[in-house]
């Protein structure tokens, strides 16, 4: 797996997001996140304001967002912690990235079950649009990383791009979602094959009349 990039303080990042502070909404929206915490605790609320600050980087740049370190810095401030435990929980969490990433943010699952049903068809997938571990594509859609388990293991192969899973895939499905996206649509999360959610493909074997309706078997059983 691709170690995860990290961009530097540098004065062109300093000079980009030194100003960084909460849009109008994300102040209100950071005063409820923190009012969820016992008093004394809202050093808690570190990993959910990390979240809104990667999610305005990238509403402002188009991307799925990145945590450059003076965004680091203003969320640890606003919670009046040292900016190394802000830095800890970042560097800590694959969720947050810590360097410029593209519109569309590729996340595949490498490990077992993944493998075993086919995760390198799904990087075969990428490769063959242009996509590179570690790398963002020239035009700017695509960042590809391999990641860990993403918890989707009974639908396996899997990718997560930005906040929606894609299971089931394929080489040809896996294409068919990145060319949807290239093209500005929104294709269909969840499992690219015939069932709901990790339900038996072609619908339940058993207890079929729970499907529509609260069904009661009783009478049946006696």
Known sequence: MAEAKRMGDTPDVRARWGAFAWTEANAKQAKIVVARYPEGRQHSAIIPLLDLAQRQVGAETETQGWLPIPVIEYVAAYLTMPYIRAYEVATF???????????????????????????????????????????????????????????????????????????????????????????????????QVDRQTSCPEGGPTTLPEMVGKNHDYRGEWA
């Open 93 to 191: 969490y694959t969720m947050f990235n810590l360097a410029p990433v593209g519109r569309f943010h590729v996340q595949v699952c490498g490990t077992t079950p993944c493998m075993l049903r086919g995760s390198d068809d799904v990087l075969d997938a990428c490769y063959a649009k242009g996509l590179k571990k570690g790398h963002t594509t020239p035009d700017g859609l695509f960042t590809l990383t391999e990641v860990e388990c993403l918890g989707a293991c009974a639908n396996a192969p899997m990718v997560q791009i930005n906040d929606d899973n894609y299971e089931d895939l394929t080489f040809d499905s896996m294409t068919a979602v990145l060319d949807a996206l290239g093209r500005g649509e929104t294709p269909r999360p969840g499992p």
